[in-house]
């Protein structure tokens, strides 16, 4: 199954979710740490993400690197899974304020794990994590968009405790 | 979407199986549980027995048991063993259905669907499992935590004292 090309993460959407968390034999034993993404980080973060959508996006990840990775704010949270001294996973989010109705709430934009460590409860962690920064950051819900085809990562959030939240996302053609 | 009736006792039936799948569980003891006829409900079994998600056991204490992967089955996997879930050939609609009037409801029954679909896709039966689990905490909790109104006003009327710390 092949995701969703990349959508720039931006403010009024949490449009982009590469596969992430499925079958492999070849986890990365403990210790596992999740920490904030260091600029050393930034090229096997782009690998990952090249291997699981098949395009490499430098420019893009550079800018959400910028956003979310050096931004110095609570609010923006750009995480990665480290083991072995590799990173194996990431996970990019942030707390909007009033977007869509909605008083403050922690997004997720984007959330992968390198494919021969899936299945090791790697997403779990980094979800964990993100989830409790948002918790610092005083927001008490978490929400996320993704399309409907695809089942894999929508099963990792529902098997997350996630269920369908009040908005229902709408769109048209704009023609030419 | 609606569902026929087949396709919920499998579900019903699955979840049950998935939730101790090393135990055998007879047909009558779930169509017992869910006020089903078991001669029905065994139609149902075999076909989910054919379907590779159960499997039958015989002999004493036999039944069926589970034989599928709770963490990859989802709802839709069981759904689509007992629905057609193509849409209708144009020569099996009905004439409104392809008036302007028709096919703008057809577009809009079908987006709601495509929701259906998804969200069915999208649950494992080991997420149901923890999603039923938690419906049995939340029952539990509030039977504990929401005293029965009318448990108090038939002990008032017996005159029961009140007990101390009570």
């Not at chain 2, 998804?118 to 929401?146: D, H, K, P, W």
């Amino acid at each position: 199954m092949k995701p969703p090309t990349t959508a720039t993460p931006r403010r009024g959407s949490a449009g982009r979710h590469t596969a992430g968390v499925r079958a492999q034999d070849s986890a990365p034993a403990d210790p596992l740490v999740v920490r904030p993404v260091r600029r050393g980080d930034l090229a096997q973060v782009i690998a990952i993400d090249a291997t699981v959508t098949g395009l490499e996006k430098r420019d893009y990840w550079r800018s959400v690197y910028r956003r979310y990775g050096d931004s110095g704010h609570v609010e923006r949270q750009f995480l990665v899974a480290h083991a072995r001294e590799r990173v194996v996973g990431f996970v990019i989010g942030e707390v909007r304020d009033w977007e869509f109705g909605s008083p403050p709430c922690g997004w997720v934009f984007a959330i992968d794990v390198k494919p021969d460590c899936r299945q090791a409860g790697i997403g779990t962690r980094l979800l964990d994590a993100i989830c409790a920064s948002f918790r610092l950051a005083g927001v008490r819900k978490v929400r996320t968009m993704l399309g409907r085809d695809n089942t894999l990562i929508l099963s990792f959030f529902r098997s997350q405790g996630m269920m369908a939240g009040p908005f229902i996302p709408l769109e048209m053609d704009l023609g030419t | 979407m609606k569902l026929q009736k087949n396709t919920s006792l499998a579900l019903y039936s699955v979840l049950e199986f998935a939730a101790d799948p090393n135990r055998h569980i007879s047909a009558a003891e779930i169509a017992d549980k869910y006020g089903v006829s078991s001669h029905h409900l065994a139609k149902v079994l075999s076909e989910l027995a054919r379907a590779g998600v159960v499997e039958s056991v015989r002999g004493v204490g036999g039944g069926y048991r589970f034989a599928g992967n709770a963490r990859r089955l989802t709802l839709m996997d069981i759904i689509r063993t007992f629905e057609d879930l193509s849409p209708a050939a144009a020569d099996r609609r009905e004439s409104g259905e392809l008036t302007p009037v028709g096919m703008a409801l057809g577009a809009v029954l079908s987006e709601i669907d495509e929701i259906a679909k998804a969200t069915f896709s999208s649950l494992t039966l080991a997420t149901m499992l923890r999603l039923i689990e938690r419906q049995q905490c939340n029952q539990a909790g509030s039977r504990t935590r929401v005293p029965n109104p009318r448990d108090s006003d038939r002990e008032s009327r017996r005159g029961a004292k009140p007990r101390p710390g009570a």
